[in-house]
């Protein structure tokens, strides 16, 4: 594959860094003082203002690669630019291209009906409104997406759905209107792949409860949040099934595999900034008579943490390239493997950077406990690194039946 950037991309590399620099970092203790104040589950003006200049500027709605709705980008290019947004907690959102939405947005885009584009793509595509996706359980091991117990029951013209979700990320937020939910429809199906299947539930039907939010390590991540959601006896129009009845896992999978590359883009960029401040840090501190940037540990981990982004970056280019050329059910090795690296990756490196600013790298002064935090939940959600090793050698062993 060819390594170089197009001019077009060059070009939205350069927007988007300079937006970044203009509006986003400077901005990000003012959005965190915002949400602290007062109730912490409205969306911030701050950010609402950004979306407007992102619009503006022609940088939104960037993912969507073979789709009239997006950019016109493929995943390569998408992957520098996703990678630049993840530089900041904020970034993502402001153009529009924030997780789950980005998800879901594609399923609607790929396996939705002319009316349900309408309906909750549309204000999805302007950022009128968000979304949140409902299928990890917590009475089952959901790494194995066959345990999930919620029922999807036919009742005439309308679905009937009954079942306890969490970890579904976003809906904390007022603004969100829709989740995608998957339950079973046929669970006496002999092929267990085809038992589940995937439906359009709006948040204000009745028999939707929200329980809790769930903090990670501590965050309770305000305004977007991980709900746990009580779903009893909700009934909704047989027309928001998705795609038909047994295709649960057919639009997972089209679903979580760019899910997964978005996630792992913008896991290198947030890693790029955290060993930007630790090289900041170690430069300014002194310890046992010298600056810590001579300490040789520290050089040591630097070079490391620089070996290992460039690594998972590449091995990220080359999933999307593998998305790009043979479509993502060919691709999922390759996904299954940026899916472990990344976030391993990620996990050490800032580990590093908290230890290179001692006791501060532990507080909320300069981010790292945050992203250390968000990053970690990433070896689990969308698949934990057990799972994804596993696929990995399956597909390697079977090269040599």
């Known amino acids: 594959m060819d390594f170089a950037h197009s001019d077009k991309v060059v070009a939205l590399q350069e927007r988007l860094s300079a937006f970044m620099e203009e509006h986003i970092y400077p901005n990000e203790a003012a959005i965190l003082e915002e949400i602290g104040t007062g109730d912490r589950w409205q969306p911030s003006t701050i950010i609402e203002g950004l979306k407007e200049k ?114 579904t990320s976003g809906a904390g937020d007022p603004r969100c209107k829709i989740l995608i ?23 204000d039907t009745p028999g939707v409860r929200i329980e809790r939010i769930l903090p990670v390590f501590g965050y309770d991540d305000a305004p977007h949040g991980h709900a746990e959601i009580t779903f009893e006896n909700v009934r909704v129009p047989a027309s928001n099934i998705l ?68 690594q998972a970056r590449l091995l990220v280019l080359n999933a999307a390239y593998k998305m790009d050329t043979v479509g993502n059910k060919e691709a999922r090795k390759e996904i299954a493997m940026i899916k472990v690296a990344a ?28 992203a250390y935090a968000q990053i970690r939940t990433l070896r689990l959600a969308d698949g934990p690194d057990e799972v994804h090793r596993n696929q990995i050698a399956k597909l390697e062993l079977r090269r040599w039946n």
């Not at 709605?61 to 016109?72: I, M, Q, V």
């Not at 006496?188 to 709006?202: A, G, K």
């Not at 501190?285 to 010298?290: H, L, M, P, S």
Request: glycine letters at 10%.
């Open 181 to 203: 939910f998957m339950g079973k429809t046929d669970p006496d199906n002999p092929d267990r792949y085809r038992q589940q299947s995937m439906i359009l539930v709006p948040i």
């Open 343 to 370: 976030p391993v990756m990620a996990c050490k490196v800032i580990d590093w950077a908290i230890q290179a600013h001692g006791a501060a790298g532990v507080s909320d002064d300069f981010g790292l406990a945050y």
């Open 54 to 167: 992102a619009k503006a500027a022609g940088l939104w709605n960037l993912f969507l690669p073979e789709s009239e709705y997006g950019a016109g980008l493929t995943n390569v290019e998408y992957a520098p630019l996703c990678e630049i947004m993840g530089r900041s907690f904020f970034g993502p959102e402001v153009f529009n291209c924030s997780a789950p939405d980005t998800g879901n947005m594609e399923v609607l885009v790929r396996y939705g009906t002319e009316e349900q584009k309408e309906r909750w793509l549309k204000p999805l595509l302007e950022g009128k409104i968000r979304s949140g996706f409902a299928m990890t359980e917590p009475a089952v091991a959901s790494s194995d997406a066959t345990n999930i117990e919620a029922r999807i029951e036919r009742d005439g013209d309308e679905y009937v759905i009954n079942g306890r979700k969490w970890w």
């Open 243 to 310: 795609l038909g009845e047994g295709r649960g896992f057919e639009i997972a999978q089209g679903r979580l595999g760019p899910g997964r590359i978005h996630h792992c883009m913008r896991i290198i960029g947030m890693t790029e900034r955290c060993l930007e401040k630790m090289c900041k840090r170690v430069k300014s501190r002194t310890a046992f008579g010298k600056p810590i940037a001579e300490q040789t540990v520290t050089q040591e981990r630097i070079a490391e943490a620089r070996i290992m982004i460039d």
